[in-house]
Nanobody, 124 residues
Framework: QVQLVESGGGLVQAGGSLRLSCAAS????????MAWFRQAPGKEREFVAA????????SYADSVKGRFTISRDNAKNTVYLQMNSLKPEDTAVYYC?????????????????WGQGTQVTVSS
């Protein structure tokens, strides 16, 4: 199991930027796929972005492609989500997740460790 703690959420105006961080502890961080999901009120948890253990492969939801960037620093056991050009529809609780496998998947069921979430609110 990997323990995950997110930070960096907040309130921002449309068009603004935020950077989320997820600090990991527990098993070897560099051997896991990391991802960000989000969940808006009344909606299902949805995939946002994922990154391979080496950082060499990334995957993005179409709704955030070109605006969000996922990255990781294995020396710091931290994964980041840089969010630019934010829209009101990006408002949600953002969750960090870890998967103890080498391949990237986009379903929540594929991830065994989760953080507590951080609120992102984008005002129009």
């Amino acid at each position: 199991q990997v323990q995950l703690v997110e930070s960096g959420g907040g309130l921002v105006q449309a068009g603004g930027s935020l950077r989320l961080s997820c600090a990991a502890s527990g098993r070897t961080f560099s051997n896991v796929v990391m991802a960000w999901f989000r969940q808006a009120p009344g909606k299902e948890r949805e995939f946002v972005a994922a990154i391979s253990w080496s950082g060499g492969t990334t995957s993005y939801a179409d709704s955030v492609k070109g605006r969000f960037t996922i990255s990781r620093d294995n020396a710091k056991n931290t994964v980041y989500l840089q969010m630019n050009s934010l829209k009101p529809e990006d408002t949600a609780v953002y969750y960090c997740a870890a998967r103890a496998m080498f391949n990237i998947v986009r379903t929540p069921a594929g991830f065994g460790s989760w953080g507590q979430g951080t609120q992102v609110t984008v005002s129009s």
